[in-house]
Every structure is written in structure tokens, then in C-alpha cells.
């Protein structure tokens, strides 16, 4: 370690993320949409001024939040916009989770907040899932000093789901801290908990075009809350960067937004071959954990998930291994096109006969 770097930055362990491969393979290890975006994002790319890039952003985002509300029949003044939803994720972290107290999160989940958490000095208490490998909301809003709760819904890396009156039930507990619900696969299978934020003064809701929308490299995130929520995001991003999106990508956003029907379209493509893979997997013997997000988390009894990991590697496919309790014998199979799906099973038949 360097001895000019702080004390802080020594400690700490940062995310890795799933391996971006510079050679031609099958890659199913983080979590993209298979389907390009909107055609109306393409026609924004070639018809953007390029004079526009010499002047800066609206620092306010309001076109881009404008159409977001719209979208989600909520005012602008309760969205927020940024670099991607870990962006967001972060600003959250500061604004909301440094009381001194420890925030309440499942102990498997996305693996980015504990190092938010050991980034900004927040305590992270960690509780075990459910025997169902279920975020368990019961040990989530225990009576307890907190700093507040976060977990995703679908969870990642489980793809498990929870209700709106089971997040109502934790909710009506909880009221006295910022209850963060992490929407990122929120399109694959269940409802958005953006429709309960005018009954919850305190619940955040944050979620990224990088999944359903098809736009991974643009880097583009968001969270919908009150407006005192809100503003406290804003004073976060004003304090550090005013200008977080810039113009080319909130015009790409508008554009992704405004096209509902390749939205639903390419969403129901997913679901259709993430419950045809689910199939296939669990005839080849496979336990899969049920999913509404896009992946599936599987496991071979007779067979150890790091070997099947290196087998599919070395056949030019990618998934994501886990090197951490709990999970070392699971694999997590992103969701790509038929074609890609039937190769993967076609390899994994050749790995488990």
C-alpha cells in the first residue's frame, strides 16, 4: 500500500465489478440488457448538435426529470438524476446514512454497500436471509437505533421479489429513518414501491437505465422520494458536482423513455427466456433460485460452482462466480438472447453429464 494514501483509503476493499472482456464471448456475467435500446435513442445520437457540448448542462436536469415523473405520475421536484444508479447510491449514502448508528441491509445483497458503507464510516449490520433465500424484512424493521435500511427489490444476486404490502408492512415499522429500495431489475417482474413514496415521506427509490432500457454504457441513474429527499440528494450533488448529467445523456434518456413499446417489448423477451433457461437449467439438475430479475442464481449439487465457472470460461462464455460464503457454489447467468441461452446449455450439458 502506498504511505501517502489515508487511512481511509487503505482500508478499504473496493467493488469489483463483473469482467468486461476485450476478445469475442458470450457474455452473461453483468447483468446487461441483450436487446439494443430504442430506435429513437439512435435517431438522438445522430440528429445531437454537437454545438450543444461546448455550453454546460442544465445543472437541474428539469427535461430529464420531467419526462421520469411523467413516466412514473410523479412531479419533477421528486426525482433525482445521476451518473448511473451507484452514483445515486452514493449521494444516498452520504445524505442520509451518517448518523453514527448502524444501517440495516441483508447480509447477501449488492455488494456495493458495504463498501459505501466502509467508504463513509457507516456501521453495516448485516442480517441473514431467509431459509427461502428471501431478504428478510421481519429482522430489517426491528425496533432498533439505526441509521436507516437499504436492500434491493428484486435482490441482487438472488433475484427474489417482495410485495408493496409486504415493503408497506416494514414501512409502517420504520418511519423515523430513510428506508432506501433499490429498484434495479424492478422491470423483470414486479411492481415499483415508487407508488407508495406520497403515503412514506422516508422512503427512497432508486433505479438505473442500465437494465431494462438497454443503456448500460450511458451511465444514467435515478431516485424518486419526497421532496425532502430530494433536496437533500440535491445538496449532496451541489456540494460535490453540479452538473452531473451531462446533455447527450439526458437527450438519450428522454428518448428511451418516451418509447414504451420496444420498453415493453424487449422486457417481455427477457422474462419469456429467463423462464425457458430457468427450465432448462433445472432439468440438467440444476437448483435456481426463483427469479423476477434478469438472471437466474443456480447451483449443481454434483458439481462445485468454480469448476463450472472455469468450464464455461474456457468455451468463451461468461457468468459470474461468487467467491463468498454462501455463495462459492452458485453461479449467476445474466440473461442474453435464445441463441445465447441455447449455447450455454448446450456447454453446461457438456460439463454436468
Same mark, same amino acid.
Given at each position: ?193 415508487? =407508488?407508495?413514496? *406520497? #403515503?412514506?415521506?422516508?422512503? @427512497?427509490? %432508486?433505479?438505473? +437505465?442500465?437494465?431494462?432500457? $438497454?443503456? /448500460? ?54 422474462? =419469456?427466456?429467463? *423462464? #425457458?433457461?430457468?427450465?432448462? @437449467?433445472? %432439468?440438467?439438475? +440444476?437448483?435456481?433460485?426463483? $427469479?423476477? /430479475? ?58 454436468? #453429464?
Amino acid at each position: 500500500m502506498s504511505q501517502l494514501w489515508s487511512p481511509a483509503v487503505q482500508s478499504l476493499t473496493p467493488y469489483i465489478p463483473g469482467e468486461q472482456p476485450t476478445e469475442r464471448v458470450i457474455k452473461l456475467n453483468t447483468n446487461e440488457n441483450p436487446y439494443p435500446p430504442a430506435p429513437g435513442v439512435g435517431e438522438t445520437l445522430r440528429e445531437f448538435a454537437s454545438d450543444h457540448l461546448r455550453l454546460y448542462p442544465d445543472p437541474t436536469s428539469l427535461a430529464l426529470r420531467s419526462e421520469l415523473a411523467r413516466c412514473y405520475g410523479v412531479e419533477p421536484r421528486q426525482v433525482f438524476v445521476g451518473n448511473g444508479s451507484d452514483e445515486v447510491l452514493a449521494f444516498a449514502f452520504q445524505a442520509f446514512f451518517c448518523h453514527g448508528e448502524p444501517l440495516d441491509a441483508p447480509s447477501i445483497t449488492y455488494s456495493f454497500y458495504p463498501v459505501y458503507a466502509r467508504l463513509y464510516g457507516i456501521e453495516l449490520r448485516q442480517h441473514p436471509l431467509t431459509s427461502e433465500w428471501e431478504v428478510d424484512l421481519e429482522a430489517l424493521s426491528q425496533p432498533q437505533p439505526r441509521s436507516g435500511v437499504i436492500f434491493a427489490n428484486p435482490n441482487a444476486p438472488t433475484g427474489h421479489t417482495h410485495s408493496l404490502d409486504a415493503l408497506e408492512s416494514l414501512l409502517d415499522k420504520v418511519t423515523d429513518r430513510v428506508v432506501l429500495v433499490d429498484e434495479a431489475y424492478v422491470d423483470f417482474g414486479t411492481q415499483s414501491a415508487v =407508488t407508495l413514496i *406520497e #403515503r412514506y415521506p422516508n422512503l @427512497l427509490v %432508486t433505479s438505473t +437505465f442500465s437494465k431494462s432500457r $438497454s443503456l /448500460a454504457g450511458l451511465r444514467l441513474g435515478f431516485a424518486m422520494g419526497s421532496t425532502e429527499l430530494i433536496e437533500g440528494l440535491e445538496r449532496i450533488k451541489d456540494s460535490f458536482n453540479s452538473y452531473p448529467v451531462d446533455c447527450l445523456a439526458s437527450a438519450v434518456g428522454i428518448a428511451a423513455l418516451q418509447d414504451s413499446d420496444h420498453f415493453a417489448a424487449c422486457r417481455e423477451k427477457v422474462i =419469456t427466456t429467463r *423462464e #425457458r433457461t430457468r427450465h432448462q @437449467l433445472e %432439468t440438467l439438475g +440444476f437448483e435456481v433460485l426463483p $427469479s423476477q /430479475a434478469n438472471f437466474l442464481l443456480a447451483q449443481h449439487p454434483d458439481h462445485d460452482g468454480a469448476q463450472l465457472f472455469a468450464g464455461l470460461r474456457e468455451r468463451d462464455i461468461l457468468v459470474r462466480h461468487f467467491n463468498k460464503a454462501g455463495l462459492s457454489n452458485f453461479l449467476r447467468i445474466s440473461i442474453g438472447t435464445d441463441d445465447e441461452m441455447d449455447y450455454l446449455i448446450e456447454a453446461l450439458q457438456a460439463l454436468v #453429464r
